[in-house]
Structure formats: C-alpha cells, structure tokens
C-alpha cells in the first residue's frame, strides 16, 4: 500500500516567556491510503502543532514530510490542494445557512458553479444535513454543526482529511454518528488523519493510533496491537464489604505469581492485570477462597488504551483531561 502521509523526525519549537517549548520532538510515522489514523495524547501534547505543520499550516522547524506523495515545505501550495482541514475551532460562519457555507467553500476552491451545486448536494445528504441546510448555522446542534465541518473540509474531493478533535464536545450518540460518516468517507477512499484525547474513540475509529505525550511518540499501532503487546487482560473485583477484606484481597493478589500488577480501580475495586484472563480467573477464586475473601462482584476485561498509556507513561489518559469527565460507550 502506498503510503498518503509520511513524517520524518518532524520537530518544532515555540518561544515562550518561561523558555522555549518543545511542542513537537522529533515525530516519524506513515499513514496508508485509506486508513483513519488517529492521534492520541492528552492537553498539550503536540497533536496541533504537528496536524498544522502537516497542513502547510505552521513551518517545520526540523524533519520533512510528504503528503499525497509532495513535500510539504517545497510544495505547500500543491498539498494544499490535495487535503482538507477541520480546525478544533470549525470554520463554519454562524449567520449563513449550512447549503451557503458549502457553496461558498466550494467557489472559494475556484469550481464553477453546476459542480458547486451538485456537489453540495451530494455533501448533504452524505452527512445527514438535507433537512436542515437551509436554516442558519446558529441554530444548529454541536452535532450538526461538527459534520457541517466535516462537509466544509472536503468539498473539493481531497485524498486526505485532517481533522482536529472532530468530536470534542458531543455527547456519545453524535460522536457515535459522526464516526459513522467517517468510516463512511473513508470507505469512499479518503485517508483521514484526526487527533483525539478521546481513548473510546481512537479504539473504536482508528485503524492504527499513535499515542503522543510531551511531544513524543510513545506507542503506535492498531489498537488491538498496542493492547495486546503492552499489558494482558486485567481483572476488577470488588470484595465484600465485611472487615478488612479488600486490604487482605489486595495483600494476597499482590503477591500472588500469575498476577503482573494490583491497583485501585473506582468504588472500592481493586483491578489487576494477569496474562491471560481465562485461566488467571480460577486460579485467584481458589487462592481468595482459601483465605476466606468473600466477593461481591469479579469482572474480566480486555486492555483499553489508558492501560496502554499508562503503561509507557506511568500516568492515566483519564487524570484531568476532557476524558475523565465523559465516557462513550458507543
Ligand atoms: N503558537 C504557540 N506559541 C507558543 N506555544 C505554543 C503555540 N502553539 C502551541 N504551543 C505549545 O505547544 C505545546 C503543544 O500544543 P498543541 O496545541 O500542539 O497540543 P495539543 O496536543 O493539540 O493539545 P490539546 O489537546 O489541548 O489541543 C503546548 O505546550 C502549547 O502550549
Ligand atoms: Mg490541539
């Protein structure tokens, strides 16, 4: 497979008051035509900088990279032509309808007009927006107005779609909605490239993912990869709430052989991680049974990301940002 995007050892650096900040140190990876690649890191992690510097948008301090087979520091003009751009932001303009706002993107990339209205056409029903795309954006719902967005981004057929944090701010069912027109452009061949801190979405939407934190790459893969080479499957129990249980439980599981790890979960859980969970499951019924721990619930569960992230950072995706406050479970 041909390879759409291609960073090499991509670095910036801002001036700030404190010092400089290395926003972006030295990031290399390789999307493939039709692939949805995602980007995930928590608040300042470099996702922005380095989607800008990709989108011809921001200078490239060090490294190179290509799109759509052009280098984007020789060719920034012929990139630009090939890729669309949704800002964290939108760029849709409030006191317009949706059908204006598509219009006039489409003449602003110089289509002449029959192919400006067909194509809007076609955008609207591809998003789901017929039926309000007469009515001005500012009555529209966060929903509606992300896959306006979206619509804004790729009027003028770009092979690639770089989109940041496209569903930031919606509640599960339209970040579940608009991941669904995603895969949808995607299985129309657009490679898209979008960043998240969102681990539901980057396990549910992305083929392959890189985890980036202060800059740097620190896992990258598909999910399923990254979950399976970093950590087992992690067990959550939750014991009976007589005497000391849990802190006798957490004593035996911590030493016990077949269990790697042993941390707090919520509400009074204790999870760990363990091999493989089919058999570490009786093993540890037996081994608190025998010590008389009574149980009031066991549960077995696949890695997520955040025990990824976890495991190369020492730290939870969870703590802090914008993912601790909303769970998808679409
Ligand atoms: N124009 C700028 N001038 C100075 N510092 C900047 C500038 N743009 C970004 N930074 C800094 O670079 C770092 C990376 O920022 P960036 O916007 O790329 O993070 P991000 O991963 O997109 O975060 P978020 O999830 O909050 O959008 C941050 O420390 C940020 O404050
Ligand atoms: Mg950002």
């Not at 909605?177 to 979008?194: A, D, K, S, V, Y």
């Not at 129990?237 to 911590?254: K, N």
Request: a negative charge; hydrophobic letters at 35%; glycine letters at 10%.
């Amino acid at each position: 497979m041909t390879d759409v995007i291609d960073a090499h050892d991509l670095r910036k650096q801002f001036a700030s008051r404190g010092g400089p900040i290395e926003a972006v140190r030295g990031v290399s990876f390789a999307v493939s035509e039709g692939e949805i690649f995602g980007f995930l890191g928590p608040n300042g992690a470099g996702k922005t900088t380095t989607l800008r510097m990709l989108t011809t948008l921001l200078p490239i301090d060090s490294g190179s990279a290509t799109v759509a087979g052009l280098d984007v520091a020789r060719e920034p003009e012929n990139v630009r032509k090939r890729i669309g751009y949704v800002s964290q932001l939108g760029g849709a303009d409030d006191l317009a309808t949706g059908r204006e706002n598509l219009q006039l993107q489409g003449r602003l990339y110089g289509r002449e007009n029959d192919y400006v209205a067909a194509r809007v056409d076609e955008l609207l029903t591809l998003l789901d927006l017929s039926s309000f795309a007469d009515r001005r954006v500012k009555t529209y719902s966060g929903g509606q107005r992300r896959r306006l967005d979206v619509g804004l981004g790729i009027v003028h057929g770009p092979e690639v779609l770089f989109l940041d944090e496209p569903t930031t701010g919606l509640d599960p069912q339209n970040r579940a909605n608009l991941w669904e027109h995603l895969r949808r452009l995607r299985e129309r061949g657009t490679t898209i490239l979008l960043t998240t801190h969102y681990l539901e979405e980057a396990d549910a939407l992305c083929d392959r993912v890189m985890i980036i934190d202060h800059g740097e790459i620190v896992a990258e893969g598909s999910p399923r990869e990254l979950k399976r080479e970093v950590v087992g499957d992690s067990v959550v129990l939750r014991v009976a709430e007589e005497g000391d249980g849990h802190e006798r439980a957490r004593a035996l599981l911590t030493t016990a052989p077949f269990v790697s790890s042993v941390t707090q979960a919520d509400d009074d859980q204790l999870r760990c991680y363990v091999e493989d969970g089919a058999s570490a499951l009786p093993e540890l019924l037996r081994l608190l049974d025998s010590q008389r721990v009574g149980l009031r619930s066991i549960s077995l569960s696949e890695p997520t990301l955040d025990d990824v992230f976890l495991a190369k950072t020492g730290r939870s995706l969870r703590d802090g940002g914008p993912a601790a406050r909303e769970e998808v479970t679409a």
